[in-house]
């Protein structure tokens, strides 16, 4: 296996959860994954609930210990953001880098694979369609959400997509760079 991360961003989904299951299962099966968070996926779980799954420390701010988002670009080789909200799908989109998540974002090279997570009519909203179809020209692979229930009781397109998928996704994109 490559030196280099699987790393996995976790944004401000109630839908986080379900990537400490990701994080597992790529773990158990010796994949070296590190994660970092934004500030609002600490309000859905704790960064330490990663750092135990992984070994290694979680981080979240941009400024923390040097140039976290170059730090981070250099170790991962390949960048997931599970689940992405509208919000850190519209910031990457429109090339907004204000926290550590769009900053590594912009800065990486290496592929990037998005798994939204939102409320249907977010999800179904033109803007949020337009900044996906965006994303797809720039070489982001989205990995699609499924239909649902979501924790609101809307029901549509949003959830996110089985983690056996996405994990799949996943190791298929490493394997091919490493």
Known sequence: MSSKDILIAVTGSIAAYRTCELVRNLTKDGYPVSVIMTEHATKFIGP????????????????????????????????????ATANIIAKMANGIADDLVTSTYLASKCPILVAPAMNPNMYTH?????????????????????????????????????????????????????
């Open 48 to 83: 330490i609930t990663f750092e135990a799954l992984t070994g290694k420390k979680v981080r979240i701010d941009e400024y923390e210990e040097g140039m976290a988002h170059i730090d981070a670009r250099n170790s991962a080789a390949i960048f997931a953001i599970v689940p």
């Open 126 to 178: 033109p803007a949020t369609q337009r900044n996906l179809e965006r994303l797809k020209k720039d070489g982001v692979e989205i990995l699609d959400p499924q239909e649902g229930v979501v924790v609101c009781g809307d029901e549509g397109y949003g959830k996110l997509a089985d983690v056996a998928v996405i994990q799949a996704k996943i190791i298929k994109a490493y394997k091919s760079v490493t």
